[in-house]
């Protein structure tokens, strides 16, 4: 069964149903099953029962990419990937929208159940001609209703202890993610691909859209599926947080990691002066303007995490005669802020400055992207087959796995240069 299940997967067929049908007539899937027929639930079965085999089958699929010295662990790049649930975005419902469902189905159950009292009044449908008699319509009308009340209480209970506004009834665990240019049902899928190559070391799946708390869960993985971790981690700006970029150094890993401003600087799509036009002076604690003038220290604000965030303030008059003002701000004088753990940002900006810094950031290009890419472009995985956080989870497993035994192939026969 696993044998034939890497074999669909590889090919991007990853519904039971199809897979059932290929092993009736495709002849590599009839080799492999060894002539066996089993049907689309058997193998649905078998590939959600067993997630902790297929975890494993992960591990040891890649330490023999590692044996065959295919893991350089110099660099591994991470990157997310959103990817479509298997369900309609019709179906992700907020309470008012659920509510109002129960109301309707709770509504339809009663007319079913008048329409039976109204068709035989004190009598019995056994006693009625044949051609009157539809009590098992009717039953399964109130019954289909009431099914449907139970599955909608059991969603709205979901959605309020999830604090979420909406939640899809078909998968109640995918969430609403942007996905290209549109808002869908979505898991973030997330790989660490290591840059020699490009095998993926790590992945996981999540149903939280914003990639920055999967850092921390991806590193400890790959420590955990090869016993070391990488010298430098590239991830893009998505990745960037204080926590991620005070944690990678304390890991002992060279992290290369732009924060989201840089990108919308380089972008050149700021309208004031952006933050980095200013310089700080750490020794004496202020900084200097792009108009020359001292930006002193004047009172903190306290953030969401309990944390301060300094703020500097040039003088009113300062800012009132300065010719730069239009391009500075459009408030009487202007104020930079600055986070305490700021100085990380600064030096992550600076090592991305470096060669080397540019470099490995590079590497990303070239190593999870394209993987990303090939998976849910040419391999067709762009949508879930199955539903729910943990089946859903095998199944990127799955696809990670049959990546990785290519990449075993591509070497074995000399298509991938271990030199590289
Ligand atoms: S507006 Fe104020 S802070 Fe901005 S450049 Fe001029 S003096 Fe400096």
Redesign the pocket.
């Known amino acids: 069964m696993i044998k034939v299940l890497f074999y669909a997967y590889s090919l991007g067929i990853t519904s039971s149903r199809e897979i059932e049908d290929h092993l009736r007539r495709d002849a590599a899937f009839m080799f492999l099953a060894a002539m066996q027929k089993p049907d689309y639930r058997t193998i649905c079965l078998f590939r959600t029962k067993y997630l902790d085999c297929v975890v494993s089958l992960f591990r040891q699929i890649l330490q023999v990419c590692d044996e065959m010295d295919m893991v350089g662990m110099v660099n591994v790049s991470i990157d997310g990937t959103k990817i479509k649930a298997n369900a309609s975005r019709k179906r992700s419902k907020d309470a008012e929208q659920i509510d109002k469902e129960i109301k309707r189905w709770m509504e339809t159950a009663e007319r079913a159940d008048s329409e039976e009292d109204d068709l035989y009044g004190d009598g019995s449908p056994f006693i009625l001609p044949p051609e009157l008699v539809d009590r098992r319509t009717r039953e399964e009308k109130i019954e289909e209703a009431l099914r449907r009340v139970r599955e909608l209480e059991n969603a709205k209970k979901k959605l309020d202890e999830s604090g979420l506004k909406t939640i899809n009834m078909t998968d109640p665990d995918a969430r609403m993610m942007k996905s290209g240019r549109l808002i869908r049902p979505c898991y973030n899928g997330q790989l660490a691909v290591d840059s020699k190559c490009q095998v993926i070391v790590a992945c996981d799946l999540t149903t939280c859209e914003v990639d920055y708390d999967q850092l921390v869960p991806m590193v400890e993985q790959i420590e955990m599926n090869l016993g070391e971790l990488p010298i430098s981690i590239s991830a893009d700006s998505g990745y960037a947080s204080y926590d991620n970029l005070e944690y990678l150094p304390g890991r002992e890993i060279l992290g290369l990691i732009p924060d989201q401003m840089l990108k919308i600087e380089e972008a050149g799509k700021n309208k004031y ?1 952006s933050r980095n036009k200013f310089v700080y002076d750490a020794s004496l604690d202020r900084y200097t ?3 020359g ?1 001292l ?1 002193t220290h004047q009172n903190r604000q306290k953030m969401k995490d309990g944390a301060f965030t300094e703020k500097y303030m ?1 003088k009113d008059s ?2 009132a005669g ?1 010719g ?2 239009s391009k ?2 459009k408030a009487k ?2 104020f930079v802020s600055r986070n305490p753990r700021e100085h990380l940002f600064e030096e992550m900006r600076e090592r991305l400055k470096t060669p080397l810094g540019k470099a490995l950031y590079k590497l990303r290009k070239i190593t999870v992207e394209p993987v990303n890419g090939n998976i849910k472009y040419n391999k067709g995985f762009s949508e879930f087959s199955l539903r729910g956080l943990s089946k859903t989870r095998i199944e990127l497993v799955m696809m990670s796995i049959v990546h990785n035994i290519r990449k075993i192939h591509d070497v074995l026969n000399d298509l991938i240069p271990l030199t590289a």
Do not use: M, S, W
Request: hydrophobic residues 25%.
């Open positions: 002066f303007c792009p108009g003038k930006l040039a300062d800012c300065c730069l003002k500075c701000t004088k202007r």
